[in-house]
């Protein structure tokens, strides 16, 4: 199971937190607004950030 929390620090970043919850390694590439943004192996019963800037309100994110 993949979780996907979101929050902003500053203005213009703002950071996405995958969190692997599933007992295998996967591979998780992030899109928002159909861009991909970053693509990373995330280890089992692990989490990983991903920065994303300019992000505007009600931009959608998907993860796969």
């Given at each position: 199971?993949?979780?996907?929390?979101f929050?902003?620090?500053?203005?213009?970043?703002?950071?996405?937190?995958?969190?692997?919850?599933?007992?295998?390694?996967?591979?998780?590439?992030?899109?928002?607004?159909?861009?991909?943004?970053?693509?990373?192996?995330i280890?089992?019963?692990?989490m990983?950030?991903?920065q994303?800037?300019?992000?505007?309100?009600?931009s959608?994110?998907?993860v796969?």
């Amino acid at each position: 199971m993949i979780e996907v929390k979101f929050f902003e620090e500053e203005e213009l970043v703002h950071y996405i937190q995958v969190e692997n919850r599933s007992t295998v390694d996967r591979v998780c590439r992030v899109y928002v607004d159909g861009k991909m943004i970053g693509i990373s192996k995330i280890p089992a019963k692990s989490m990983k950030e991903f920065q994303v800037r300019n992000y505007k309100q009600g931009s959608r994110i998907d993860v796969r």
